[in-house]
């Protein structure tokens, strides 16, 4: 499970009768007396992603459950589901229909 805030709104893609959702965010990691960094490309598969797309935009707190695929500083998961994290900002209040 990841964290992070989204660094780049959400892209899909149409493949074939499926879409993938395609969004980056970004984790840190506290050792000792310093905070890392790593940002993590994420892909979400299904159908009806078009609505999805539109919550997921730059800044976004989620949570992300899925299968990392590679452990450097860019990371690719495949995800099997994101939910929204609640935070305190007013624009994260929105009502989010899923």
């Known amino acids: 499970m990841l964290v992070g805030r989204l660094t780049r709104d959400a892209e899909v893609k149409a ?3 499926r879409q993938v959702v395609e969004f980056g965010i970004a984790t840190s990691e506290k050792m000792k007396d310093k905070e890392e960094v ?10 009806n992603m078009d609505n ?8 976004k707190a989620v ?11 860019f990371s690719n998961v495949l995800a ?5 994290c609640p935070t305190n900002t ?3 209040e929105e009502i989010i229909p899923f």
């Open 15 to 17: 493949i074939g009768e």
């Open 38 to 47: 790593i940002f993590h490309n994420v892909s979400l598969w299904g159908t």
């Open 52 to 59: 999805f797309a539109k919550y997921l935009t730059k800044g």
């Open 63 to 73: 949570e992300v459950d899925g299968k990392q695929v590679n452990n450097d500083k």
């Open 80 to 84: 099997y589901r994101v939910s929204f």
């Open 90 to 92: 007013k624009k994260d």
